[in-house]
């Protein structure tokens, strides 16, 4: 968005202009490929930094069917049952980590990382421990079988699940009642985390558990508020296990907010033990692309290879046929991997169609339709802040809260606002904290941006004060937190200065992916231009800034835009809002495969546009005709700016369509908009 009282004037002439010219840009397709599309599980899941592993039983390893299989698709191995207690000190004190050994040092010596499972659990406990009645023995049992297991196989290990299956089954929410728990009481959880920490640091600490899919249910949330009650008080935690033993129906519809809601307490989130009854296809590929879309979701762990080499082997749940072929489960996972079955596979008609459904649900449509909220958030003025409009939202959506940030524009000039609420339904309730009253301080200060910069374990605010701005806060929730304006760029880079023209040079937008950051930024004259610098050294160093893309008519391509990565597929989206021929502002996309690449137009067009009033309905009433500057609900909040392929949401600024006059005191309003064409 523009500081400067502007387009009165020129919104006429932009009628004119574009009736007659066709909308182009230069970013066009080049024809350059994805990333290489692999054809193993693992391989693919390495592709998005994940693992695809699969639990092993010790005593099949001689089986070369088995093994070939296992080193060909997995990267990550968890022991069926010999970590466990019955086998590891099947008496106290006399440990036996012979047949786990037989499995972690094979997964080393091929390249496999392990999961450990599990140090403490109510089953498979030998006789011994569970009739244990004093609360010192216990504890140091417990804590001994810990820290003995943990230092046996230190270095190895990528994460343990430290405990397993605490919680109840059923409507209470609360432990189920084991001899840990009813001797030692709830605290025996902290306990062994604590104690899992200090036996090796390094590796990751899980708590794993079933039925915890269904965001809706009691066990889900009493799960839920164990981890978020361990990261308030600083209990060691690092990652959830979600079994996902599934019946037919595969997971849960919400499976991916049960997975996005876990990851926002600040914990990885895994599939541990998958297992679909009678695999059909798509509840693989749902289940998978509930973990692919969710960044910290780390990795997948199928429990087992072939059927008759599961625990559920009646119900031929798992990826691979007692003979060892690929069942169309497994090209339906691959697919939504983001990886490309092999022509031997997948073959028959029903495969093939399995193949295509999962890969057309990872990408994005070339057409949107939308719903749009009424008018949710209003500018909340109080005794030193007169504000007209509230503009150019950024959003996160972390630790159970939705956290905006926007514009507070009047006729004098612009700053920010932050306010966080649960639930849509609250946002216009929510508190403003004026920024101004911060380390951010007075003056022009517009159209932010947020997200987490996972590197650095801070949160960054990009804004527009002339140059290019950030602040930064470790804590999102304390508006207090923001250190003071800091500029990217020296001054206007060279080629931005040689083509402004009239413009003004507006809305920063930073995006980082595993190498590089790159800051894109609009000139209100038809120009999108993109700095790089790598990943760390930022945020110093943007340097080689390029016209990322263009277009003739400077109001087709204007400002506004956002770039993002969308989960699940190999695939940036750019948006860039564009005045359309009504004078009304819209929104325009394009894809790539790469950051630093040129741009293909998705929707593009004003009869085809991203987002623009006429393919947005407005179920409580059509207060907007303007679709403006805005923010999607991503899928994480860090610097990769994932967003989900499916159910899009667009929070935006629209205004009364009969208001006029000083164009920064428009009335602008915030409301939300929700793709209703989603295939996925
Ligand atoms: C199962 C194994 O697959 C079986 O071989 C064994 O008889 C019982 O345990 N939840 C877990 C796993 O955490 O350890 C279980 O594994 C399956 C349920």
Same mark, same amino acid.
């Given at each position: 968005?523009?500081?400067?009282?502007?387009?009165?004037?020129?919104?006429?002439?932009?009628?004119?202009?574009?009736?007659?010219?066709?909308?182009?840009?230069?970013?066009?397709?080049?024809?350059?490929?994805?990333?290489?599309? +692999? !054809?193993?599980?693992?391989?693919?899941?390495?592709?998005?930094?994940? @693992?695809?592993?699969? =639990?092993?039983?010790?005593?099949?390893?001689?089986?070369?069917?088995?093994?070939?299989?296992?080193?060909?698709?997995?990267?990550?191995? *968890?022991?069926?049952?010999?970590m466990?207690?019955? $086998?590891t000190e099947?008496?106290?004190?006399?440990f036996?980590f012979?047949?786990a050994?037989?499995?972690v040092?094979?997964?080393?010596?091929?390249?496999?990382?392990m999961?450990g499972h599990t140090l403490v659990?109510?089953?498979?406990?030998?006789?011994?421990?569970?009739?244990?009645?004093?609360?010192?023995?216990?504890?140091?049992?417990m804590n001994n079988h810990i820290t003995t297991e943990m230092n046996h196989f230190k270095g190895k290990i990528y994460a343990w699940d430290v405990?397993?299956?605490?919680?109840?089954?059923?409507?209470?929410?609360?432990?189920?009642?084991?001899?840990?728990?009813?001797?030692?009481?709830?605290?025996?959880?902290?306990?062994a985390f604590r104690t899992a920490r200090s036996a090796d640091p390094a590796a990751k600490l899980?708590?794993?558990?079933?039925?915890?899919?269904?965001?809706?249910?009691?066990?889900?949330?009493?799960?839920?508020?164990?981890?978020?009650?361990?990261?308030?008080?600083?209990?060691?935690?690092?990652?959830?296990?979600?079994?996902?033993?599934?019946?037919?129906?595969?997971?849960?519809?919400?499976?991916?907010?049960?997975?996005?809601?876990?990851?926002?307490?600040?914990?990885?989130?895994?599939?541990?033990?998958?297992?679909?009854?009678? &695999?059909?296809?798509?509840?693989?590929?749902?289940?998978?692309?509930?973990?692919?879309?969710?960044?910290?979701?780390?990795?997948?762990?199928?429990?087992?290879?072939?059927?008759?080499?599961?625990?559920?082997?009646?119900?031929?749940?798992?990826?691979?046929?007692?003979?060892?072929?690929? /069942?169309?489960?497994?090209?339906?996972?691959?697919?939504?991997?983001?990886?490309?079955?092999?022509?031997?596979?997948? !073959?028959?008609?029903?495969?093939?169609?399995?193949?295509?459904?999962?890969?057309?649900?990872?990408?994005?449509?070339?057409?949107?339709?939308?719903?749009? !909220?009424? +008018?949710?958030?209003?500018?909340?003025?109080?005794?030193?802040?007169?504000?007209?409009?509230? /503009?150019?939202?950024?959003?996160?959506? #972390?630790?159970?809260?939705?956290?905006?940030?926007?514009?507070?524009?009047? =006729?004098?000039?612009?700053?920010?606002?932050?306010?966080?609420?649960?639930?849509?339904?609250?946002?216009?309730? &929510?508190?403003?904290?004026?920024?101004?009253?911060?380390?951010?301080?007075?003056?022009?200060?517009?159209?932010?941006?947020?997200?987490?910069?996972?590197?650095?374990?801070?949160? #960054?605010?990009?804004?527009?004060?002339?140059?290019?701005?950030?602040? $930064?806060?470790?804590?999102?929730?304390?508006?207090?937190?923001?250190?003071?304006?800091?500029?990217?760029?020296?001054?206007?880079?060279?080629?931005?200065?040689?083509?402004?023209?009239?413009?003004?040079?507006?809305?920063?937008?930073?995006?980082?992916?595993?190498?590089?950051? #790159?800051?894109?930024?609009?000139?209100?004259?038809?120009?999108? @231009?993109?700095?790089?610098?790598?990943?760390?050294?930022?945020?110093?160093?943007?340097?080689? $800034?390029?016209? +990322?893309?263009?277009?003739?008519?400077?109001? +087709?391509?204007?400002?506004?835009?956002?770039?993002?990565?969308?989960?699940?597929?190999?695939?940036? %989206?750019?948006?860039?809002?564009?005045?359309?021929?009504?004078?009304?502002?819209?929104?325009?996309?394009?894809?790539?495969?790469?950051?630093?690449?040129?741009?293909?137009?998705?929707?593009? *067009?004003?009869?085809?546009?991203? &987002?623009?009033?006429?393919?947005? *309905?407005?179920?409580?009433?059509?207060?907007?005709?303007?679709?403006?500057?805005?923010?999607?609900?991503?899928?994480? @909040?860090?610097?990769?700016?994932?967003?989900?392929?499916?159910?899009?949401?667009?929070? @935006?600024?629209?205004?009364?369509?009969?208001?006029?006059?000083?164009?920064?005191?428009?009335?602008?309003? %915030?409301?939300?908009?929700?793709?209703?064409?989603?295939?996925?």
């Open positions: 968005m523009n500081p400067l009282k502007r387009l009165g004037c020129r919104q006429a002439s932009v009628l004119g202009l574009l009736a007659a010219t066709v909308l182009v840009t230069s970013g066009t397709a080049t024809g350059a490929s994805d990333a290489v599309r +692999a !054809s193993t599980l693992g391989a693919q899941a390495a592709q998005s930094g994940r @693992y695809f592993g699969t =639990a092993v039983a010790a005593g099949r390893l001689g089986d070369g069917t088995y093994t070939g299989i296992l080193d060909r698709e997995f990267n990550s191995v *968890t022991p069926e049952n010999e466990k207690w019955d $086998t099947p008496s106290r004190g006399n036996n012979g047949p050994d037989q499995i040092n094979r997964a080393i010596a091929h390249g496999q990382r999961r659990w109510h089953s498979q406990l030998p006789g011994w421990v569970s009739s244990i009645r004093d609360a010192n023995t216990l504890r140091g049992v405990v397993n299956e605490a919680f109840a089954d059923g409507g209470s929410g609360q432990l189920r009642s084991s001899v840990f728990r009813d001797v030692l009481g709830n605290g025996f959880l902290e306990q899980c708590y794993n558990d079933y039925s915890i899919e269904d965001w809706n249910a009691a066990k889900t949330q009493g799960v839920y508020r164990m981890v978020r009650d361990f990261k308030s008080r600083g209990v060691p935690i690092d990652c959830v296990g979600f079994q996902s033993h599934f019946g037919t129906g595969g997971p849960p519809a919400n499976f991916q907010t049960t997975l996005s809601n876990f990851a926002a307490l600040g914990v990885d989130v895994q599939i541990t033990e998958l297992d679909i009854a009678q &695999a059909p296809p798509t509840a693989y590929a749902n289940t998978v692309r509930a973990c692919m879309n969710v960044p910290r979701c780390t990795g997948i762990t199928v429990w087992g290879i072939r059927d008759s080499d599961s625990w559920r082997s009646g119900e031929n749940p798992l990826l691979f046929d007692r003979n060892g072929n690929k /069942k169309p489960a497994y090209n339906a996972a691959l697919t939504a991997l983001g990886g490309t079955p092999t022509a031997a596979s997948g !073959s028959t008609t029903a495969q093939r169609k399995a193949v295509r459904s999962a890969k057309s649900a990872a990408a994005l449509p070339s057409t949107f339709k939308w719903s749009s !909220s009424g +008018a949710l958030i209003s500018p909340k003025p109080d005794a030193t802040h007169n504000i007209a409009g509230i /503009k150019d939202p950024t959003v996160v959506y #972390y630790n159970g809260k939705y956290h905006v940030f926007a514009s507070a524009a009047n =006729a004098s000039g612009y700053n920010l606002v932050y306010l966080s609420f649960s639930d849509w339904s609250q946002a216009g309730s &929510a508190t403003h904290h004026y920024l101004d009253r911060t380390a951010i301080g007075s003056g022009y200060r517009a159209a932010p941006q947020v997200f987490y910069y996972a590197p650095q374990r801070l949160w #960054y605010l990009v804004y527009q004060t002339g140059n290019a701005s950030y602040s $930064t806060n470790p804590d999102i929730s304390n508006p207090n937190g923001w250190s003071a304006p800091r500029n990217f760029y020296a001054s206007m880079p060279d080629i931005i200065r040689q083509n402004i023209g009239n413009g003004y040079w507006v809305d920063m937008w930073v995006i980082c992916d595993n190498a590089n950051c #790159y800051l894109f930024s609009s000139d209100d004259n038809g120009h999108l @231009y993109r700095s790089q610098t790598t990943v760390g050294q930022f945020p110093n160093g943007f340097t080689n $800034t390029v016209i +990322a893309a263009q277009d003739s008519n400077r109001y +087709a391509l204007f400002e506004a835009s956002n770039v993002y990565k969308v989960q699940g597929a190999n695939q940036y %989206l750019l948006l860039v809002e564009a005045i359309g021929s009504d004078g009304r502002r819209y929104f325009r996309s394009w894809t790539t495969s790469s950051l630093a690449g040129s741009w293909t137009p998705l929707a593009a *067009t004003e009869s085809n546009p991203f &987002a623009r009033a006429s393919n947005v *309905t407005f179920p409580a009433g059509a207060w907007t005709k303007d679709i403006s500057h805005g923010e999607m609900i991503r899928a994480g @909040y860090d610097q990769t700016l994932t967003i989900p392929a499916c159910r899009l949401q667009y929070l @935006y600024q629209g205004k009364d369509p009969n208001a006029s006059g000083d164009y920064n005191s428009l009335p602008w309003r %915030l409301g939300l908009l929700t793709q209703t064409n989603s295939t996925c």
